[in-house]
């Protein structure tokens, strides 16, 4: 979805080459999402799914329009700025107001702020600054699979063969992006 938005806005082009990676990549995960779905998916869990994926492409290629303007750590602060607003709005609608501060809250709450929110945005926000919408959001293919091999190595999830094929398949895409360098704006 990203590539065909940074086509059709940010003049970006993606070779035949590139149009396969991606499509590799996609179905490595695919491939990894499917494996591990059971019985209790429901239609909110789909739809907020989708609602993400529409969200991270329009994000990414309005953060790609906007890039230039404002330094990373600007950036990343308005990011946190807006997205505490509004899961605070969130918050008031729907929650209570208790937090347990246990150790393992703040070991996860200390993961989130420093790695998460410090750490990938901004790797993600460098990204965007110095590559093309397309070959940065076709990173997130790799998500599905190594998610899959942290919940093996972490929760003692099953790693099964169609993880490790949707690895190499999402790897595979995503190498074939990334080196292929005819990527060319209008």
Known sequence: MTAVLAQKI??????????????????????????????????????SGLVGLISSSIGIIWQKRIVNDLSLSANNFLQALGASIFHLLLAICFENYFINFTSSFLIAMTWQVLVISLGAFLILMWMLKYND???????????????????????QENFTHLDIFGLFLSSIGVFIVTKNNSIKQK
Request: glycine residues 6%; aromatic residues 12%; contains cysteine.
């Open 10 to 47: 940010l003049k970006e082009f993606l070779s035949k080459i590139q149009w396969f990676g991606i499509l590799i990549g996609f179905l490595g995960a695919a491939i990894v999402i499917v494996s591990d779905l059971n019985d209790d998916l429901t239609i909110l869990a789909l739809c």
């Open 133 to 155: 919408a397309g070959k940065t959001s076709t990173l997130f293919f790799l998500i599905p699979p190594v998610s899959a091999i942290m919940a093996y190595l972490i929760l």
